[in-house]
C-alpha cells in the first residue's frame, strides 16, 4: 500500500470524514478513509443522529395513537410498546445506511482502509504518513494532505463509568426495555431528545441542569417554551442544578444535587443518563511529532480548516469553537475536498449553522439569538408569530411554539430565526437560505409561501417584525 501516494487520506469515517471522501472522489482526487470500527458512519450512523431519530419517529407514532380517538380513529385504545421491535427497525435503519457507505465509497473510488491511524510526523517531501494498525499487523498510508475527522466521545461526570445503570448515548440506545424512571444529568440537545422521546414511550423523566436554562445555546423564549411544554407533557426540570453524587442503589441509581435555592436534593431512578457534552477523540493521533497544539484536545484550524501543520487539516467535531453537528462537520469535509482539489469552495461561517433539537416540540434555529445580536451593538427589531394561528398546524393538531425573527432595525437584514414548534427542524432550511443569502425581512415577506403549510408561520413570523403578521 505504501507504494500509492494518495492526494488526500482521511483520518475517521463519520459524517465529516466520510463526506470528505465522498466529494475528493468526485473531484477526481486519489482518496484514502482510514477508519477504526469495523462500519462507516461514526457516531451520527451508529449512536447519535439516525438510531435517536429513529426511536423519535416512533415515540412520534405512538404519540399520535394514544390519541386515535380524536382522529376518528375507534378500537386501538393506547396500545403497547413492544421495545423490541422498536429497537429492531432502529438497527435496520443504521444497517441499512451503513451498507449505503460501503456502496458510496466503491461508486467514488475511495480507499477505505480498516484501522487506527496514527501520524508519523510532519510532511517530508510534500507527503504525509500514517501508520495505520488494526490489531493484526501495521501498515503506512501516504498522501500529500490528510485530513483528521476522529470525532467525540460522551463525556462522564468524574468518577463515574458508563454501564447498564449509568448511561451515555452508547447504552442508552441499546437498552432492554423502557425504564419506568430515567433521570438526565444535561439540558443540551442530547439530554433533551431522550427526555422527550422515553416520556413518550412512558418513562417519568427529570431534567437536572447545571446552567439556568435548558438547551442553553437557543434563544431565551425558546428554553423557556421548552420548559412551558416539557412541564406540561410532565417532565420534572431542575435548573441551576449541581450534581454532588451520583450512586448505585438497590433499585437504580441516585443524584444527589444543590438546587438553585440552595436545598439539597435527591432524585432516584432506574437509570441515569448523562449528557453533559462531548469530548473530542484527539488522544492517540501523533499530534506530538507535528505543529499541532490541540486546546483541551480541540484543533485549532483556520477558514479553510488547516491546522498549524501544512498539509494537515481537521474537520467534524475535533474543531475548535464550531458546533458539534453532523451537517457541520459534512460541510467542512466538503470545504476541505474542494480547497484541495483547487476548485471553488466558501467557508463556514459560525452564525449560518442550523442547529436542531428534535424533541416534542422541536426547535430549528439560525443565526443570532436576540441577546447575541444586541450584545453584538445591532438595534435590533423582532417578531414572533404563535403556531396557535396557524392553519396547517391545527390540521396536524400540533399548535405549541413560534417562529421568533430577529432583525437589523436599520437595513431590514434577518439576522437570525428561532422556531420551536412542528416541523421546526424542516422549517429553518429556509432560513438558513435567507440568512446565507443575506435576505431582509422585506423580500422574505414578498416570498410566496405555500397555503395551507407549517411555512406560512414562517412568512407570519417575517410579517410580525413590522407588525404586520396577516394570521393574528
Ligand atoms: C445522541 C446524539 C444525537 C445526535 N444527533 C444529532 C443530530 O440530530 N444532528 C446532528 O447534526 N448532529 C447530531 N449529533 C452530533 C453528531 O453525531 C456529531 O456531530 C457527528 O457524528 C460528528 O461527526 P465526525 O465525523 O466529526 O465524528 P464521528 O461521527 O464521531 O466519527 C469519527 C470516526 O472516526 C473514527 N476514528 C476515531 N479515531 C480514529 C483513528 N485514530 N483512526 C481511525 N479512525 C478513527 C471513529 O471510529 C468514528 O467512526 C448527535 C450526537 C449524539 C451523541
Request: charged share 25%.
Amino acid at each position: 500500500m505504501a507504494e500509492t501516494i494518495y492526494d488526500v487520506a482521511i483520518l475517521g469515517g463519520g459524517p465529516a470524514g466520510y463526506t470528505a471522501a465522498i466529494r475528493a472522489g468526485q473531484y477526481g482526487l486519489k482518496v484514502a478513509l482510514i477508519e477504526k470500527s469495523e462500519k462507516l458512519g461514526g457516531t451520527c450512523l451508529h449512536v447519535g443522529c439516525i438510531p435517536t431519530k429513529s426511536l423519535l419517529f416512533n415515540a412520534e407514532v405512538y404519540d399520535y395513537l394514544k390519541h386515535a380517538k380524536e382522529y376518528g380513529i375507534d378500537g386501538l385504545g393506547e396500545g403497547r410498546v413492544n421495545w423490541k421491535a422498536v429497537l429492531e427497525r432502529k438497527n435496520q435503519i443504521v444497517a441499512k445506511h451503513a451498507k449505503g457507505l460501503e456502496f458510496l465509497m466503491r461508486k467514488n473510488k475511495v480507499t477505505v482502509v480498516q484501522g487506527f491511524g496514527k501520524l508519523t510526523g510532519p510532511a517530508k517531501n510534500g507527503v504525509v504518513e500514517v501508520g495505520v494498525a488494526d490489531g493484526k499487523g501495521a501498515t503506512i498510508v501516504q498522501a500529500k494532505n490528510i485530513v483528521l475527522a476522529t470525532g467525540s466521545d460522551a463525556k462522564l461526570l468524574p468518577g463515574l463509568t458508563a454501564d447498564d445503570c449509568i448511561l451515555t448515548n452508547t447504552e442508552i440506545l441499546s437498552l432492554e426495555q423502557v425504564p419506568k424512571s430515567l433521570s438526565i444529568i444535561g439540558a443540551g440537545a442530547v439530554g433533551v431528545e431522550f427526555g422527550s422521546i422515553f416520556r413518550s414511550f412512558g418513562s417519568e423523566i427529570s431534567i437536572i441542569e447545571f446552567l439556568p436554562r435548558i438547551v442553553p445555546n437557543e434563544d431565551e423564549d425558546i428554553s423557556k417554551e421548552l420548559v412551558r411544554t416539557f412541564k406540561k407533557r410532565g417532565i420534572d426540570i431542575n435548573l441551576g442544578a449541581k450534581v454532588e453524587k451520583v450512586a448505585k442503589t438497590r433499585s437504580g441509581v441516585k443524584v444527589t444535587f444543590i438546587a438553585s435555592d440552595g436545598k439539597k436534593m435527591e432524585k432516584e431512578a432506574e437509570k441515569v443518563l448523562v449528557a453533559v457534552g462531548r469530548a473530542p477523540r484527539t488522544e492517540g493521533i501523533g499530534f506530538e511529532m507535528t505543529k499541532i497544539k490541540p486546546e483541551r484536545g480541540f484543533i485549532k484550524v483556520d477558514e479553510w480548516m488547516r491546522t498549524e501543520e501544512p498539509g494537515i487539516y481537521a474537520i467534524g467535531d475535533i474543531v475548535a469553537g464550531m458546533p458539534q453537528l453532523a451537517h457541520t462537520g459534512a460541510m467542512a469535509g466538503m470545504v476541505v475536498a474542494a480547497k484541495i482539489a483547487g476548485k471553488y469552495a466558501r467557508p463556514i461561517r459560525r452564525e449560518r449553522v442550523p442547529a436542531c433539537t428534535y424533541t416534542e416540540p422541536q426547535i430549528g434555529s439560525v443565526g443570532l439569538t436576540e441577546a447575541l445580536a444586541k450584545e453584538r451593538g445591532y438595534t435590533v427589531k423582532v417578531g414572533k408569530f404563535p403556531f396557535s394561528a396557524n392553519s396547517k398546524a391545527s390540521i396536524v393538531n400540533s399548535h405549541e411554539g413560534f417562529v421568533k425573527v430577529v432583525a437589523d432595525a436599520k437595513y431590514g437584514e434577518v439576522l437570525g430565526v428561532h422556531i420551536i414548534g412542528p416541523q421546526a427542524t424542516e422549517l429553518i432550511a429556509q432560513a438558513v437560505t435567507a440568512l446565507e443569502l443575506e435576505a431582509t425581512v422585506e423580500e422574505m415577506m414578498f416570498t410566496i409561501h405555500a397555503h395551507p403549510t407549517l411555512s406560512e408561520a414562517m412568512l407570519d413570523g417575517f410579517g410580525s417584525v413590522e407588525g404586520m403578521a396577516i394570521n393574528v
